[in-house]
């Protein structure tokens, strides 16, 4: 019987949580979704309970979240192990693991070519065990991204009813202003995107969660900014909002009409808004994160023509490194629409290629059956 047709199907999920949000809304969306998709129980090991609390928030029936550094808690090891982002499992975990189970290593999200060529690969463990690569991705060829069935809606949601959608989120509707979220590192050109923001021609409403808060009232010289703060900075109303839930966070992405993202998580829920967006990668030496930004261009700009590719690569190329400008803005402004165009029918094309859990479920469907 296939893990998606059975109800008792046990998985063990590791995080361990490395970089503010990202490791854990992965493991946690990921969760969830093989629970309410493919009725599969999960234990989520993590090493931060008190932040893997707040992504949980009531919890999930089918998902229970175990401290990894309760040793005596490892009773049994599941059939399915989940190693998230190279994280590796304890060692007394793997003691209870047999050749019967399975071991996937789900890593970092890449659009570089290389991905495809280590994407199911196993790699032989020195406890006589395979531990298996899986490789989210953008083409057929890798582990796909996440993808759960609810979001068709929540983005219907966010365009027929936006205004309740805005007071669901504690905010008012500003259909007058452009309404752009930010999520960035801490080496984003924010001063330099605050003050076109301020200068700006239109009515600009800049979305703030209050882990940001700090960097950009440093930007403004503040001392400090709360959430369910607002302030004005010339033509740019800033609020600060408090922590949001998952499904919460990808309604302001799908409400937006800009977004700049950054890592993963977000990253990819930018691109199932179908907004325009502005990503960030990992800050690395050598300006190695420019090379991974140049790959996701490659999928990204694909179905785009010249003009517009030219307008992509220019905007996240300036933000990624650190050369903001207003004329960057204006150049957001003067190609808008053909931005919002590009971004629905890309997330559209993406849409047709199977999920990443789906693509999980299925591959360990097939470990089994050439087991027999």
């Given at each position: ?368 059956a050439n087991r027999v």
């Amino acid at each position: 019987m296939s893990a998606s047709s059975s109800p008792r199907a046990h998985w063990d999920i590791f995080c361990r949580v490395v970089d503010n949000f990202g490791d854990i809304g992965v493991s946690w969306r990921l969760a969830c979704q093989l629970a309410d998709e493919h009725a599969i129980k999960i234990r989520l090991w993590v090493d931060d309970s008190e932040l893997a609390s707040r992504f949980s928030g009531a919890g999930h029936a089918s998902v229970t979240l175990m401290p990894w550094t309760d040793a005596s808690s490892f009773s049994h090891a599941a059939e399915v192990v989940i190693e998230t982002f190279s994280c590796g499992l304890p060692q007394a975990y793997q003691q209870l693991m047999s050749v019967e189970t399975v071991w996937l290593n789900i890593d970092y999200l890449s659009a570089e070519d290389w991905v495809t060529g280590f994407h199911g690969r196993p790699s032989p463990q020195a406890n006589g065990l395979n531990r298996y690569f899986f490789y989210p991705g953008f083409n057929a060829q890798t582990g796909g991204l996440l993808r759960e069935q609810f979001l068709p809606a929540l983005a219907e949601r966010a365009g027929r009813s936006a205004t309740a959608a805005w007071q669901h989120l504690g905010l008012a509707a500003m259909p007058e202003a452009i309404n752009v979220s930010l999520f960035c590192y801490a080496h984003a050109p924010v001063p330099a995107l605050l003050a076109c923001l301020a200068a700006s021609p239109q009515a600009v409403r800049l979305i703030v969660p209050e882990t940001l808060a700090p960097l950009v009232a440093q930007a403004l010289s503040q001392q400090a900014l709360a959430a369910g703060q607002t302030i004005q900075h010339g033509h740019c109303s800033i609020t600060v909002i408090p922590f949001l839930s998952q499904i919460d966070y990808d309604l302001l992405l799908a409400l937006c009409d800009l977004n700049f993202v950054r890592g993963e998580d977000s990253w990819i829920r930018a691109i199932w808004a179908a907004k325009p967006m502005v990503w960030l990668p990992y800050q690395q030496a050598e300006n190695t994160h420019l090379q991974k930004l140049a790959a996701f261009l490659q999928h990204y700009q694909a179905a785009a023509n010249d003009e517009l590719k030219a307008v992509l690569r220019w905007l996240m190329q300036a933000w990624a490194a650190g050369e903001w400008s207003a004329a960057h803005w204006q150049g957001f402004m003067t190609h808008r629409q053909g931005l919002l165009q590009h971004a629905r029918h890309y997330a559209n094309q993406l849409s047709q290629q199977p999920d990443l859990a789906t693509k999980v479920v299925i591959f360990i469907e097939k470990l089994r059956a050439n087991r027999v």
